[in-house]
């Protein structure tokens, strides 16, 4: 029996979806155990995840960046022969080995024609790098085939197994363990599935059933959407005069269909506002600020001969205010966050130029709403979700509400209180 065993941190909420991932795979690989943990069970059940990692042929872990648990880990699962760490601590991505790919403490950087493929993917700016990785990771794999080095196979394994995970939904994860079962851990699975894909950045209403690629697209189709009363009775409405909020959700939480994302949508409307609910993988944040909104004030300016964004989309439309959901530095995101400060003027450039306000208002993502009522905001979600952006020009950051046993839940009194705002 090979075991996998799966910790995922700052998404407790998703480990229903993980273990239902795990059944599905295990239904066509029997010899496959499968362990999900979440962040919460290594102070709530410290001993069984020791246990399992006693022996565990696979360790994998997402979100973790407590100090305390990045060194609890790190000692408990460097003898596992295949370590894969995505989007947490640099303390525990450094552990990361596959084959004969690995990170390490002193990561010496992909091979030069590996770095060649990767740079035709960005835009050339420094703050653009994660998120053109991003994009490359959709055919970096396809491509990386055609280069004649030796640890580019595991390299290559590496990239699809980031982008199952990153695809994210259960049939997703699903074939991510299929595919280590093969590829590494000697079992027989079959066919393996290609990801399940959607765009990495995009736009959704809950009226919608797809996603928007363009705010433009998004717009247009919200001015003539068909809305229906209680009555089966059409309702029209005109919305162009109406102010328009940027919003940035993370766009694991849209695919894993997380409840609280149309409740927030809902309450914007309800409040007299024009929802424009953007999702991103989380470093992308700063593209869609810079590229697809634009504001009274940016179109005065180029008016005037002043073009500050030269990146910004035909499709980009006007905003009146932008609310991010998702905290972390503007850019960088979560892979952005143990470097705080570093790409401060890129963003105050980028606000500067749209000159709204950015309001960031979140739900705590792990801490409950008893702790959170009773002994206030965790000194974690503290920073991430709320001093991090503070540093980039964030105002007014308003928890949403948090976690109740392992669902999002928004308070409605808070969520009233941002659309006021």
């Keep these: ?30 010899e496959l155990e499968i362990c999900v943990f979440s962040d919460r069970d290594l102070a709530a059940q410290p001993e069984a995840v020791e246990a399992a990692l006693q022996g565990a042929h696979v360790f994998f ?17 460097q003898q596992i022969p295949i370590r894969l760490a995505f989007e947490s601590a640099l303390e525990l991505i450094s552990l990361t080995q596959i084959g004969k790919f690995a990170i390490g403490d002193k990561p010496q950087g992909m091979p030069k024609p ?41 390299l290559r394994n590496w990239l699809i197994i980031y982008g199952y995970w990153n695809a994210g939904g259960s049939e997703n994860v699903a074939a991510m363990f299929w595919f280590l079962a093969e590829k590494y851990l000697e079992l ?36 003539q959407r068909k809305r229906i009363n209680s009555n089966g009775q059409r309702l029209s409405e005109d919305t162009t005069s109406l102010p328009v909020v940027g919003i940035l959700l993370y766009r ?33 944040g700063h593209v869609a600020v810079r590229d697809w909104l634009t504001t009274a004030h940016e179109q005065q300016q180029r008016r005037q001969g002043k073009v500050e964004i030269l990146s910004l989309s035909s499709d980009a439309v006007k905003v009146d205010a932008i609310v991010s959901t998702i905290g972390f530095p503007l850019v960088g995101g979560p892979a952005g966050s143990m ?40 000194g974690l979600q503290s920073v991430v979700l709320y001093a991090l952006p503070e ?31």
């Design 61 to 77: 872990a997402s979100l973790i960046f407590d100090y305390d648990q990045v060194q609890w880990l790190r000692q408990r699962a």
């Design 1 to 30: 029996m090979k075991r996998i065993v799966l910790i995922a941190g700052f998404e407790s909420f998703n480990a229903d979806l993980y273990r239902d991932a795990a059944k599905l795979a295990q239904q066509r690989c029997p």
């Design 114 to 154: 590996v770095k060649f493929i990767l740079d035709k993917f960005g835009s050339g700016r420094e703050e653009d790098k994660l998120a053109g990785y991003l994009s490359f990771l959709k055919t970096g794999p396809k491509l990386l085939k055609f280069v004649p080095i030796g640890k580019v196979q595991d």
């Design 391 to 421: 540093l980039d020009g964030a105002i007014d950051t308003v928890p949403l509400g948090g976690l109740v046993g392992d669902q999002i839940y928004l308070v409605p009194e808070r969520m009233k209180r941002l659309s006021r705002r």
């Design 188 to 223: 027989t699975v079959g066919e393996i599935p290609a990801a399940i894909e959607t765009p990495n950045m995009g736009l959704l209403h809950p009226d919608y059933a797809g996603y928007f690629e363009s705010p433009k697209a998004y717009l247009a189709w919200y001015s």
């Design 252 to 284: 694991k939480h849209v695919i894993t269909k997380q409840r609280y994302i149309p409740q927030l949508i809902r309450a914007f409307e309800q409040a007299g506002l024009v929802p424009l609910p953007i999702f991103i993988n989380g470093v992308e």
């Design 339 to 378: 470097e705080a400060g570093r790409q401060v003027d890129v963003a105050k450039r980028i606000l500067t130029a749209k000159n709204v306000p950015y309001f960031v208002a979140a739900p705590l993502l792990i801490q409950d709403i008893y702790s959170w009522t009773r002994q206030g905001v965790g």
